[in-house]
């Protein structure tokens, strides 16, 4: 990106700043008048020109005004908006929102999809934390009926499994107890790794080892499942997706999984905890976002748990509130999943 002088850096600013708003082409007449700009219309008009010619606007119709190009949006964003902040009135009410959600992970999903759609006005995403090794924490055998026994498995984190076993013969739950309390002992903190390096020589801790084991992995293929979103409603309203092709490039994004995991396994999950990244128009990578911008951020603690989050509008989304948002949410999130792993 070249460096712009400072007369065109505030042409452009204006300019990306009323196509936000109002999703038409802007004239030099009408930043003179809206802006109360002290140059002359022809001065407007040829810096104008400058900034058309270096790729930043595009002039749609002849006698039209100018809108923004995605490099004029990339400038906008990397060169001239600096750091943007949500309101400390809207950080309250949005923490205060979740502080009533108690350590339930599965709302707090449903509420960072929904926080993130309604601040944004966009389409927005959530993918539930995801376990880069689940641990051992505690087991319980409780005896019901016959050969009928309830397996409470507790992971770190505070996910529980339970499984109903039948058992090759009725086993009293004082013995049971027993063999959870020796499990307890040798598994504490271990993952599926460490668990396979277990060896019992009793036949029913080596069948709860196994079954322990399997339990373990579901639960990471579980948790990497779930994607939450929520106001697609609002992506689809925008003149930009009036037609069914782009209506259907930009479903395609959010609804088809293998298309997504391979967006945010090549974007923000490869980034740190924290990092807001921002996609605007594809990024000459995914043509399915040629008419959309994306803004991404990787949540959670590092090598526990993660998961991502973003938002998806037009190319003309409000940049600064949909950045915001996304950071603040974040932050709360990888907040809340060190508060539940520390359990």
């Known amino acids: 990106m070249t460096d712009l002088t400072p007369r065109q850096k505030l042409i452009l600013t204006l300019i990306i700043h009323d196509y936000i708003e109002t999703a038409q082409p802007v004239g030099s007449q009408h930043l003179l008048e809206r802006y109360g700009l002290s140059v002359s219309s022809a001065t407007v008009r040829n810096t104008m020109a400058e900034l058309t010619e270096r790729g930043y606007l595009r002039q749609p119709h002849t006698s039209a005004g100018r809108v923004p190009t995605e490099e004029g949006f990339r400038y906008f964003v990397r060169q001239l908006m600096g750091h943007t902040d949500l309101p400390a009135t809207t950080k309250y009410t949005i923490s205060h929102q979740f502080s009533q959600l108690g350590y339930d992970v599965e709302r707090w999903m449903r509420l960072a999809a929904s926080v993130l759609a309604h601040q944004s006005q966009g389409a927005a995403l959530v993918t539930s934390p995801r376990p880069e090794h689940t641990h051992f924490k505690h087991l319980e055998l409780i005896s019901t009926y016959g050969r009928q026994v309830l397996m409470v498995l507790v992971l770190a984190g505070g996910e529980v499994r339970q499984q109903m076993l039948a058992l090759a013969e009725p086993v009293s739950q004082e013995r049971l107890s027993q063999t959870a309390n020796r499990l307890n002992q040798l598994l504490q903190g271990l993952d599926a790794a460490g668990l396979a390096n277990v060896v019992s020589a009793d036949a029913l801790e080596q069948d709860l080892l196994k079954l322990i084991r399997e339990e ?125 792993l520390a359990e």
Do not use: H
């Open 216 to 340: 373990m992995a579901r639960t990471v293929e579980t948790l990497a499942g779930e994607v939450y979103r929520d106001g697609l409603t609002n992506v689809l309203a925008e003149p930009e997706f009036a037609e069914a092709t782009q209506a259907r490039r930009a479903l395609r994004i959010l609804e088809e999984r293998p298309l997504l995991e391979d967006l945010l396994a090549r974007t923000v999950m490869a980034d740190e905890v924290g990092g807001v990244q921002v996609l605007i128009g594809g990024e000459g990578t995914w043509k399915e976002l040629r008419d959309c911008s994306m803004v991404l951020a990787r949540y959670g603690q590092p090598g526990r748990a993660t998961g991502a989050l973003g938002v998806l509008g037009p190319i003309r989304m409000p940049y600064g509130r949909t950045i915001s948002t996304v950071r603040f949410v974040s932050g709360l999130l990888s907040d809340l999943i060190a508060d539940r």
